[in-house]
């Protein structure tokens, strides 16, 4: 297969700070668009990678998926797409699509394993995909998604990530009018969560453990917030919430908000990735027919949904644009919880 070679910024190592370097595109096939990335949100999991905090990483890494730019070139078979189309592409470059999970437009829960936008295995040039740390990226047209042109190019890129992971259990458990909904983690996500939650006529409640959030919490969108270290105020807010989704990203105790649960209330884990210490007491869960859930991102149909619903309602992130040379700095940062809320690259900086 012909590639062409472009500007990236990525790590050889769990050790080395991100730096300059080329990589191999492939050059556009039948299904595939080749997208010019104007924005690339920063996330949490690029950091993780690029250490291999989870153990996994194979060098060299590209970081990169929320990515958001013009479409410069399309396939003969591509219907979908044409140039300068402003599109999307998340966390999903591919997947079977043939088990039920991915029939069923749930392409991040495929059987078979979906492939990831950095990181997983590129069928094509039998190699590691690399993500939007880059100047363009070419993916085929089944996971791309389209944007709506009112909304702010740099806004919309943590909506492919942060966005979708908060609207997929929002969905799912059908938040709408009326319903109760707390979120635990003013960050990313929690302000993610928050804004949608409030677009779709939720009572919206933040969980913080210091007053210091509630300013940020209420222009976001927050009805209330509960300081979950105030033993008076947890007590208050037993038993009160459909859906709780939980954002924080360490370890930490699911147990007293589990209690704040009303019967048939469900606590969504998509921050944390490990085992949970402490344990979860089962007595409130069984005498409420209480559930601790865990959800993922969402599928390209469901990704294109939000995407709409966001241009509906004229959603994005609250964002630091950055330049690329700037992106090791962004990390540390980040691990301060530094920012407000997300990190996104203009790349334009890579191209200059």
Same mark, same amino acid.
């Given at each position: 297969m012909?590639v ?14 991100l ?8 050059? !556009? ?13 920063v ?8 250490k ?18 013009? !479409? ?36 991040q ?5 979906w ?12 190699t ?21 042109e ?8 943590p ?6 992971t ?31 939650a ?18 940020d ?15 008076v ?20 105790d699911?147990?007293?908000?589990v ?8 606590? !969504?884990?998509v ?14 869960? @069984? ?16 990704t ?7 241009g509906?309602?004229? @959603? ?37």
């Amino acid at each position: 297969m012909n590639v062409k070679s472009v500007k990236a910024y990525g790590t050889d190592s769990a050790e080395a700070d991100l730096k300059q370097f080329n990589i191999n595109r492939r050059e !556009v096939g039948s299904k595939d668009v080749e997208i010019d990335i104007l924005f690339c949100g920063v996330c949490h999991s690029d950091l993780h990678f690029a250490k291999n905090d989870w153990g996994m990483t194979q060098y060299p890494v590209v970081p990169g998926h929320e990515i958001v730019g013009k !479409v410069t070139h399309v396939g003969e078979g591509v219907s979908k797409y044409k140039k300068d189309d402003l599109v999307a592409v998340g966390c999903l470059v591919d997947s079977c699509r043939t088990c039920a999970n991915c029939k069923d437009d749930l392409e991040q829960y495929c059987s078979v394993g979906w492939v990831g936008t950095y990181g997983g295995y590129d069928k094509h040039l039998d190699t590691t995909t690399h993500g939007g740390y880059s100047e363009t990226i070419v993916v085929d047209e089944a996971f791309v998604l389209r944007v709506p042109e009112n909304l702010d190019k740099a806004g919309i890129a943590p909506v492919l990530c942060a966005g979708i992971t908060t609207w997929s259990p929002l969905s799912h458990w059908k938040v709408g009018k009326g319903s109760k909904v707390a979120v635990v983690g003013l960050g990313g996500l929690g302000h993610m969560a928050i804004k949608l939650a409030h677009a779709l006529g939720a009572h919206v409640t933040l969980f913080s453990r210091s007053n210091n959030k509630t300013v940020d919490a209420k222009n976001l969108g927050a009805d209330e917030v509960i300081i979950s270290t105030d033993d008076v105020q947890m007590e208050k807010a037993m038993g009160r919430f459909d859906l709780i989704i939980d954002t924080v990203p360490y370890a930490h105790d699911l147990n007293p908000y589990v209690s704040t649960l009303t019967t048939n209330g469900t606590l !969504v884990v998509v921050g944390y990735l490990g085992p949970l210490d402490p344990m979860l007491v089962t007595v409130p869960m @069984i005498m409420g027919r209480k559930s601790v859930a865990g959800s993922l991102i969402g599928g390209i149909a469901e990704t294109q949904e939000l995407l709409d619903f966001c241009g509906t309602h004229n @959603i994005t992130s609250d964002v630091e644009v950055i330049k690329i040379q700037d992106i090791n700095t962004a990390y540390k940062r980040m691990l301060k919880s530094d920012v407000k809320y997300r990190f996104v690259i203009d790349m334009k900086s890579l191209k200059d």
